[in-house]
C-alpha cells in the first residue's frame, strides 16, 4: 500500500464506455481538495443501475454521454484524511454513503434531501459531467460521504450497508410493521434485504416471492417465513399483507402486491419500473384503500444499518452469492446479470499477490 503521502496518480477502475462496452482500465486518481479523502477501496457490490450502464448504455433516463467509472455500493479504508480535518483520519475503515444532495427548480421536503432535485450520486450518469463511481482500487471522496465502521464489522459484511439502506428506507416507508404480516415481492438483494430489515422490525410472518428458487433460497435464509414462485398468483392474494414491499420492478410485481395486500393495507414501492406509462391494478387500489408508497433511494438510515451490522441484529451474509476479483470485473458482471443464479455480487479490489 502507498504510504501515506504517496498517493498513486492512477488506479485500476470499472468504465461503462458504451452499452456493451464495459472496461478494466487505469484512470487518474484525483487530487484530494481540502475537505475530500483518498480511500483505498477493498469491495464493491454490483447494482442493479451497474447492469443497465454496461448493457443498455443508460439507467432509466440517465443516458452515458461519456465514459463513466461505475459503482456506488463500495467500502474500504481511509488512505489519506481530508487536509481540514473534517472526516475519519487515515487507516478508518469506512462505508459510504454516495449522495450529495443539492436543490433545484423543484421544491421538496428539506428533511427529506434523498427527494431533492439536484442531488448526484457517485456512478451516475444523471448529469453531464458525470459523476464517477468509485469501483477502482483508490477513490477520491468527499469526507463528508464516508461512515467510519464499528470495530468488529468486517468490511465485506459492510459491503451491503448501502443496499441495506435502500432496504431500510423502504420497510421504514411503510410505519411500524412489528407483529405484522408482510409480502416481499421480488427477491433479488433489494428484495432479500428487505425481508432482513422485516425481520429485524418484528414483522409477525414474512412472505417471500420471486421466479427462481436461489433468490427464494436467499430469503429463506434471512429471515423469510415462507416463499412463493412469482405465478402462484392464488397463493400470493391470499397473504393478505399488511404490508407489501415491490422490490421486482415490473408492472406484474406490481400487480401482485396489489393483489396480495389487504383490504387497507400499504403497497411500498422500491423496485424501479421503466420511465413511461405502466400498466397498473389502479381500480383495485382504490377499492381496497391501499396506500401505494414510493420509496427512493435513503437519508441517515445507512448509520442505523451500520450499527444493526455491528451488533448482529441485520442479519444479511446470505446475500452475497460470489466474489470477483477486480481483473475479473467483466466475468463478475456476467454473473450479476443472472438474477437466477446470483445474489449480490462483490468486486475485491484487493491487490493480487505481487502488486
Known sequence: MPGIHELPATSAAVVAHAAGDLRIEEVPVAVPGPDEAVVEIAFGGICGSDLHYWLHGAAGESILRAPLVLGHEIVGTVLQGAADGTGPAAGTAVAVHPATPGPGAARYPEDRPNLSPGCTYLGSAARFPHTDGAFSRYATLPARMLRPLPEGLSLRTAALAEPAAVAWHAVARAGDVKGKTALVIGSGPIG??????????????????????????????????????????????????????????SHHGLASAIKGAVRGGKVVMVGLLPSGPQPVLISLAITRELELLGSFRFNAEIDEVIAALADGTLFVDPVVTHEFPLDRGLEAFEVARNSAESGKVLLDFSPAPGE
Open 192 to 249: 432479500a434485504l428487505a425481508v432482513a430489515v422485516l425481520k429485524r422490525a418484528g414483522a409477525r410472518r414474512i412472505v417471500a416471492v420471486d421466479m427462481y428458487p436461489k433468490p427464494l433460497e436467499i430469503a429463506r435464509a434471512v429471515g423469510a417465513d415462507e416463499v412463493l414462485k412469482g405465478d402462484e398468483a392464488e397463493a400470493i392474494a391470499a397473504v393478505e399483507a399488511d404490508v407489501v414491499i415491490e422490490s421486482s420492478g
